[in-house]
């Protein structure tokens, strides 16, 4: 089974609103990444963060890490068409190098 | 995905018959890695390889090799024992060593017909 899970699975928002996905994982970590899938394309990394983190920013991009709940959100604000695509999150569970990846999240912004 | 190449973008298979695709970095990276998407199924493993002229099964190794015999390259061959090639196959790459960023390529999109 997939160590990192990605939630909801489909997201359907307005240009200019928030977007949020989470994603849960099962074993203890030392990083979660976020990275971005436009359709058909290869995968771009966004954002890192580590365990001892709780938050880090990006341009319009929050992510957020909680590490007693095994979880980390991916906030898109103010959210355009071009942010339509694929997010996936990836852990490397138990501390191995090889990051696993999540389902994904699928996010279309309505201009 | 600046940085590593993918080749082709579209590959079309007879069953029965084997395929290789090309995987290219210039970024010095150590580790490279090969992944399937399927629709819904996120990445999966193929292999991955540290250090050149060493390479390890991923979780869906079969049907499937590598080779590393330079930094740079890492082609992965689909032979005709992969009962279901049919998918989107990735290539990464990374510095070997750390779970810091992977690089990916475009992508190649085997069809077997």
């Known amino acids: 089974s997939q160590q990192g899970e990605e939630d909801p699975q489909a997201l359907s928002i307005q240009e200019g609103e928030n977007a949020t996905m989470n994603c849960s994982y099962k074993t203890s970590i030392n990083n979660l990444q976020w990275y971005r899938q436009n359709s058909g394309r290869g995968l771009v990394h966004l954002i890192l963060i580590r365990s001892n983190e709780r938050e880090k920013h990006s341009g319009r991009l929050r992510v957020t890490l909680d590490t007693s709940k095994k979880s980390s959100s991916l906030l898109i604000t103010a959210s355009r068409a071009a942010d339509t695509a694929s997010y996936f999150c990836?852990?490397?569970?138990?501390?191995?190098?090889?990051?696993?990846f999540g389902r994904g999240t699928s996010l279309i912004v309505h201009p | 995905d600046g940085g590593i190449t993918q080749s082709p973008k579209y590959l079309f298979r007879k069953e029965g018959q084997n395929v290789t695709l090309s995987c290219e970095q210039n970024?010095?990276?150590?580790?490279m890695y090969w992944y399937r998407q399927d629709p819904g199924q996120g990445l999966r493993l193929i292999y991955y390889?540290?250090?050149?002229?060493?390479?390890q099964k991923g979780d869906i190794a079969e049907g499937y090799s590598v080779s590393r015999e330079k930094k740079e390259s890492f082609p992965l061959t689909v032979t005709s024992a992969q009962k279901n090639p049919t998918a989107f196959y990735l290539c990464a790459s990374s510095i070997e060593g750390t779970t810091d960023t992977q690089y990916f390529g475009p992508g190649t999109r085997l069809t077997v017909l």
């Open positions: 390889s540290q250090i050149v002229n060493d390479f």
């Open positions: 970024l010095n990276h150590d580790a």
């Open positions: 990836a852990t490397d569970p138990g501390g191995s190098y090889i990051p696993t």
